[in-house]
């Protein structure tokens, strides 16, 4: 299980040639990833479907070695996945939550594919599945080869060796085939070759063929060659790289054995140089540094340890397998499914495709701070798993999912009356109010939006999504930090300089009290617009107008009083006002919104987007060019797909 300490020990090796050790992970290592040239015009719509498209091939790909999927109609995303036949059903499992991982850094790209040593995802805003070669196309020679005297033999041998493998691949109906050729005493050449099932043998062979081609003419005599085509994958080495159960053809009981020394000498030497490099960085890193590690240690033996602690095997169960009928919802890194325990209580299971190091440490340290936080506006974590391939998150179930499945819905948000959207706006900024001034951390979330907000069997609202968490400074005025976050709800003072404090937080909290109020989303309503303009700009002419009325939600009408939602109109503008410094603080939020005191503030222009996607209106700070545009990213484009809270010791 990839949390022990002993195993943390053998992640920090140096990459070898043999499969799964890569330098800072457990995971295999990557050959080659190809990203399209033409980028997607909606990102986020078609971050959505990405997500969806490699779920469903998760969910067979780990069964038969072999996905093709489709999702979203239109901006169609369609996906490939093929786990090399020499591969278990857990390496391959492993081997995917890896490509997974990094593949989507290829995004907002309309395609990419990834080659890592063990197998291969592709997506593409076209069907792929029948491509057998490209312009794509690549081929891999190492910068070493065999023995002066050596290299004639081996040449020829190898360049037969591949000849057989790939006539055999591709007459057969695997389209896969391993074997070895023994070129002198202890030089040997392993050789494979393999198409995507989604070929036609015809296809097949031409994949075969070309890259066959690239690597006995261009790499030979190196000592390893790899070929990477669109609809295959060849490779050859003096290195046993795939594994000896599955062989079919070329091999013997002296080459299982010869295969079986290997792994565990590799694995015996990962081990023994592992805990020497440990105890080396021990001696050379400074006393914070091993203070630290020490830290991380402990908490992930408190945690494994600890009732936050749950079974890889008994979350699988309460999901029924992860089953789509049991999905709540998607993120860029992740899907929710919900689970049923044992003793009959309902969960929220959250899957994070990481493996790495980094990820651990950042995993533990987000479940330790967050489980501190308790309030009845937060979404509860009731713990994680760290077993198996994938990290899990565990939070309390909320039978109503989110506020935007019912306000952006036509039929849903009649389910809204003014007095549960009044609720929602106040449970919201108790929530907030409490992250920033009351819990034993100071958090600022920086992803406030409709999506983030869940809704329980009363309609309570409760703030979900905390994502990352790192602590900073407690002498600081802000962080100075990269964009994460979801556009038409970040700061203009976040966006302009990527500093950070709780405003940032207060403006979108704004923007959402404001589309609560009006039944519409800020970032579409450009294109809703009858004028070309923003809501924000809509709702600043109408309060100078002194008609705010007018935009309050239609299925609201009659149903509030004026003064009532005029009140959270003028809160949710004084939130979102261009100058950080005259936005409230939350807990004034709340003190305005629950008592009747009239003597509230009167607001400032905020800063909105005209029709040509420019944001304006800034004081104070720091204004925009006018020239700076923001791209059609669609409803609620995220900038990163994880949301990434911030933070700070009291």
Same mark, same amino acid.
């Given at each position: 299980?990839?949390?022990?300490?002993?195993?943390?020990?053998?992640?920090?090796?140096?990459?070898?040639?043999?499969?799964?050790?890569?330098?800072?992970?457990?995971?295999?290592?990557?050959?080659?990833?190809?990203?399209?040239?033409?980028?997607?015009?909606?990102?986020?719509?078609?971050?959505?479907?990405?997500?969806?498209?490699?779920?469903?091939?998760?969910?067979?790909?780990?069964?038969?070695?072999?996905?093709?999927?489709?999702?979203?109609?239109?901006?169609?995303?369609?996906?490939?996945?093929?786990?090399?036949?020499?591969?278990?059903?857990?390496?391959?499992?492993?081997?995917?939550?890896?490509?997974?991982?990094?593949?989507?850094?290829?995004?907002?790209?309309?395609?990419?594919?990834?080659?890592?040593?063990?197998?291969?995802?592709?997506?593409?805003?076209?069907?792929?599945?029948?491509?057998?070669?490209?312009?794509?196309?690549?081929?891999?020679?190492?910068?070493?080869?065999?023995?002066?005297?050596?290299?004639?033999?081996?040449?020829?041998?190898?360049?037969?060796?591949?000849?057989?493998?790939?006539?055999?691949?591709?007459?057969?109906?695997?389209?896969?085939?391993?074997?070895?050729?023994?070129?002198?005493?202890?030089?040997?050449?392993?050789?494979?070759?393999?198409?995507?099932? =989604?070929?036609? =043998?015809?296809?097949?062979?031409?994949?075969?063929?070309?890259?066959?081609?690239?690597?006995?003419?261009?790499?030979?005599?190196?000592?390893?060659?790899?070929?990477?085509?669109?609809?295959?994958?060849?490779?050859?080495?003096?290195?046993?790289?795939?594994?000896?159960?599955?062989?079919?053809?070329?091999?013997?009981?002296?080459?299982?054995?010869?295969?079986?020394?290997?792994?565990?000498?590799?694995? !015996?030497?990962?081990?023994?140089?592992?805990?020497?490099?440990?105890?080396?960085?021990?001696?050379?890193?400074?006393?914070?540094?091993?203070?630290?590690?020490?830290?991380?240690?402990?908490?992930?033996?408190?945690?494994?340890?600890?009732?936050?602690?749950?079974?890889?095997?008994?979350? $699988?169960?309460?999901?029924?397998?992860?089953?789509?009928?049991?999905?709540?919802?998607?993120?860029?890194?992740?899907?929710?499914?919900?689970?049923?325990?044992?003793?009959?209580?309902?969960?929220?299971?959250?899957?994070?495709?990481?493996?790495?190091?980094?990820?651990?440490?950042?995993?533990?340290?987000?479940?330790?701070?967050?489980?501190?936080?308790?309030?009845?506006?937060?979404?509860?974590?009731?713990?994680?798993?760290?077993?198996?391939?994938?990290?899990?998150?565990?939070?309390?179930?909320?039978?109503?999912?989110?506020?935007?499945?019912?306000?952006?819905?036509?039929?849903?948000?009649?389910?809204?009356?003014?007095?549960?959207?009044?609720? $929602?706006? !106040?449970?919201?900024?108790?929530?907030?109010?409490?992250?920033?001034?009351?819990?034993?951390?100071?958090?600022?979330?920086?992803?406030?939006?409709?999506?983030?907000?869940?809704?329980?069997?009363?309609?309570?609202?409760? $703030?979900?999504?905390?994502?990352?968490?790192?602590?900073?400074?407690?002498?600081?005025?802000?962080?100075?930090?990269?964009?994460?976050?979801?556009?038409?709800?970040?700061?203009?003072?976040? $966006?302009?300089?990527?500093?950070?404090?709780?405003?940032?937080?207060?403006?979108?909290?704004?923007?959402?009290?404001?589309?609560?109020?009006?039944?519409?989303?800020?970032?579409?309503?450009?294109?809703?617009?009858?004028?070309?303009?923003?809501?924000?700009?809509?709702?600043?002419?109408?309060?100078? =107008?002194?008609?705010?009325?007018?935009?309050?939600?239609?299925?609201?009408?009659?149903?509030?009083?004026?003064?009532?939602? !005029?009140?959270?109109?003028?809160?949710?503008?004084?939130?979102?006002?261009?100058?950080?410094?005259?936005?409230?603080?939350?807990?004034?939020?709340?003190?305005?919104?629950?008592?009747?005191?009239?003597?509230?503030?009167?607001?400032?222009?905020?800063?909105?987007?005209?029709?040509?996607?420019?944001?304006?209106?800034?004081?104070?700070?720091?204004?925009?060019?006018?020239?700076?545009?923001?791209?059609?990213?669609?409803?609620?484009?995220?900038?990163?797909?994880?949301?990434?809270?911030?933070?700070?010791?009291?």
């Amino acid at each position: 299980m990839f949390p022990s300490p002993l195993l943390l020990l053998v992640f920090l090796v140096p990459s070898t040639p043999f499969s799964f050790a890569d330098s800072d992970n457990s995971s295999p290592a990557i050959f080659l990833s190809v990203c399209g040239k033409n980028q997607t015009q909606n990102a986020e719509k078609f971050d959505i479907n990405f997500v969806d498209a490699m779920e469903k091939i998760f969910q067979n790909i780990t069964i038969s070695g072999f996905a093709t999927s489709y999702s979203g109609n239109p901006l169609t995303v369609y996906g490939l996945g093929q786990c090399f036949s020499y591969l278990s059903h857990i390496n391959c499992q492993l081997c995917y939550s890896q490509s997974r991982v990094k593949l989507p850094h290829c995004l907002p790209s309309t395609s990419g594919r990834i080659y890592l040593d063990g197998c291969f995802l592709e997506y593409s805003d076209r069907n792929v599945s029948g491509d057998s070669v490209d312009d794509e196309d690549a081929y891999s020679c190492s910068n070493t080869t065999v023995d002066r005297n050596t290299r004639p033999v081996f040449a020829k041998l190898t360049a037969d060796l591949m000849e057989n493998l790939t006539a055999e691949a591709g007459g057969n109906a695997s389209y896969y085939q391993v074997g070895s050729v023994q070129v002198e005493q202890g030089v040997k050449a392993y050789g494979m070759a393999q198409c995507w099932r =989604s070929l036609n =043998s015809t296809g097949c062979r031409d994949c075969l063929d070309k890259g066959r081609k690239n690597i006995v003419g261009k790499c030979l005599p190196a000592d390893d060659g790899k070929a990477m085509n669109a609809g295959c994958f060849l490779r050859y080495s003096t290195e046993p790289f795939y594994l000896s159960g599955n062989t079919s053809s070329g091999g013997d009981s002296s080459d299982k054995l010869t295969v079986i020394i290997v792994v565990t000498s590799v694995l !015996v030497a990962l081990l023994v140089f592992g805990i020497i490099f440990f105890w080396w960085k021990r001696r050379s890193t400074s006393s914070y540094e091993h203070d630290e590690a020490d830290e991380n240690h402990e908490i992930i033996r408190t945690i494994t340890n600890s009732h936050l602690s749950f079974k890889y095997e008994d979350l $699988i169960k309460a999901t029924d397998n992860f089953s789509q009928n049991n999905k709540l919802g998607q993120g860029g890194y992740g899907a929710v499914y919900k689970g049923t325990l044992p003793d009959g209580k309902e969960i929220a299971v959250k899957r994070l495709f990481f493996n790495t190091r980094s990820w651990v440490d950042q995993f533990f340290n987000e479940v330790t701070l967050i489980n501190q936080v308790q309030h009845k506006n937060l979404v509860k974590l009731l713990g994680c798993s760290v077993e198996g391939p994938e990290s899990l998150l565990v939070y309390e179930f909320l039978s109503n999912t989110s506020l935007d499945h019912y306000l952006f819905d036509a039929f849903k948000k009649t389910a809204l009356s003014w007095q549960r959207r009044f609720d $929602i706006i !106040v449970g919201t900024a108790e929530g907030l109010s409490y992250l920033h001034n009351a819990s034993v951390v100071r958090i600022i979330h920086r992803d406030i939006k409709a999506s983030n907000v869940l809704l329980d069997e009363n309609f309570r609202a409760k $703030i979900s999504d905390f994502g990352l968490a790192r602590y900073f400074a407690e002498d600081q005025s802000h962080l100075s930090t990269g964009l994460a976050g979801t556009f038409g709800y970040m700061a203009p003072e976040y $966006i302009v300089h990527g500093q950070l404090t709780e405003k940032a937080d207060i403006y979108s909290y704004g923007v959402l009290v404001l589309e609560i109020v009006t039944g519409r989303k800020n970032q579409n309503s450009i294109s809703t617009s009858t004028e070309g303009h923003s809501l924000m700009q809509e709702i600043w002419q109408n309060y100078n =107008s002194d008609t705010l009325i007018r935009l309050l939600d239609r299925d609201l009408e009659g149903k509030c009083s004026q003064e009532e939602a !005029v009140k959270v109109f003028k809160v949710g503008l004084l939130c979102v006002q261009a100058s950080p410094s005259l936005r409230p603080p939350m807990w004034k939020v709340v003190e305005m919104l629950t008592t009747k005191s009239s003597n509230m503030p009167t607001p400032t222009q905020p800063p909105f987007l005209n029709s040509h996607g420019a944001q304006n209106g800034l004081s104070e700070t720091s204004s925009l060019s006018t020239s700076m545009k923001f791209p059609d990213l669609g409803d609620q484009a995220s900038l990163n797909q994880i949301s990434v809270s911030m933070f700070q010791g009291r």
